[in-house]
């Protein structure tokens, strides 16, 4: 098959190469086999390409890429939920930096264990769905954890990303808080408040840890711990999600789950359309453009999520 394959660390530009003699990877039992329609992209790609998690890698030469939408065309042999011909989506590495497979979404065939994948949304495109995975179960877990609930206010520091999209919709419309506030550039307010922000703060004019008014729940998904924890009310969380850097308590960080099961349930917002996929204006690069995908993505600044499509 066709496939991106790195075979040393480094700038993604520079190590990805475009192989068409890559082996398609073996089924196991619990595994179904994917025909990859459109592949998201996230920061963890470029970050593992680049070294900065390989104590707990896989060996290389690695096909990278965690968030699939896809046909499944081959089943293991206890597989019960999942049969030839669905479609389907997920986060194929369960533990999102403890050895994600050799064999990633950046091909085009992928395996996954079945407990990861759900349904894709009856309303959403191929493209669409690969964009949400990684970052919507990044945004849940992240807000579970927080115990956000209805009489709360939560703050989300990097709105306008591909986690905080996500953050910022499901604090709305799952966890029904009371007030949200997020952060983003100038040129990025109007979005905030199309997603349902009730105060966007321009981070280039204001400090918002200088507030008058403090949070319940701050989502940082920017590494800002530091600031974050001035601007909690007593009693408030911090959670962090940037894996590297200081973590100023009481800030605490994790890192995600993937679970089919919690994209299940969250299916119904998205079908229903309350929660939307975001995906930046140049958001959708053909396979053949997976490393300049990859140089935008680096960037920090692409809104909402990047998705590779078509894959042949
Ligand atoms: N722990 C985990 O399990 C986990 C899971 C997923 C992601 N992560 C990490 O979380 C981070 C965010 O991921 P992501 O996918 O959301 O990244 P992303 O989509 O690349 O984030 C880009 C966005 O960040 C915004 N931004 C940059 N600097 C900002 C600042 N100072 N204040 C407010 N907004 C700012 C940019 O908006 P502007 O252009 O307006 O600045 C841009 O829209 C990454 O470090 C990623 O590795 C961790």
């Known amino acids: 098959m066709k496939a991106w394959v790195y075979a040393h660390h480094g700038n993604p530009v520079d190590v990805l190469k475009l192989e068409s003699d890559v082996d398609v990877p073996q089924v196991k039992d619990d595994q179904v086999l994917i025909k990859v329609v459109a592949a998201g992209l996230n920061p963890v790609d470029f970050k593992r390409i680049l070294g900065l998690f390989i104590e707990a890698d896989s060996p290389l030469p690695t096909v990278p890429g965690y968030d699939v939408a896809g046909v499944v065309v081959k089943v293991g042999s206890q597989v019960t939920l999942f049969k030839e011909g669905d479609e389907v989506y997920g986060n194929i590495n369960e533990k999102g930096l403890d050895h994600p497979k050799r064999y990633g979404t950046l091909a085009e065939y992928t395996v996954a264990e079945e407990k990861l994948l759900a349904p ?4 959403l495109s191929f493209v669409e769905a690969a964009s949400i995975p990684l970052a919507i179960g ?15 206010s939560i703050l989300v ?12 919709q499901l604090a709305k419309h799952v966890f029904g808080a009371s007030k949200i506030a997020a952060t983003s550039s100038s040129a990025k307010l109007e979005l905030l408040k199309d997603l349902g922000v009730d105060l966007a703060i321009d981070y280039t004019k204001d400090n918002f840890e200088d507030l008058a008014e403090k949070f319940d729940v701050i989502y940082d998904s920017i590494g800002q711990s530091e600031r974050a ?11 962090t999600i940037e894996p590297l850097g200081d973590l100023t308590p009481p800030a605490f960080r994790f890192i995600l789950t993937s679970s089919g099961a919690m994209l299940e349930k969250l299916n119904p917002f998205l079908e229903n359309g309350k929660v939307k996929p975001v995906i930046d204006p140049r958001g959708t690069f053909p396979f053949s453009q997976t490393p300049e995908a990859f140089s935008y993505l680096q960037t920090g600044r692409v809104t909402g999520k990047l998705v590779i499509y078509p894959i042949p």
Do not use: D, R, W
Request: without cysteine; proline residues 2%.
């Open 120 to 123: 894709k949304p009856k309303n």
């Open 138 to 152: 990044t945004a849940y877990e992240g807000l579970e954890k927080t115990a956000l609930s209805v009489s709360k």
């Open 157 to 168: 520091l990097g709105g306008a990303g591909g986690v905080g999209t996500f953050v910022i």
């Open 229 to 239: 924890v001035k601007a909690i009310k007593e009693g408030g969380q911090v959670v």
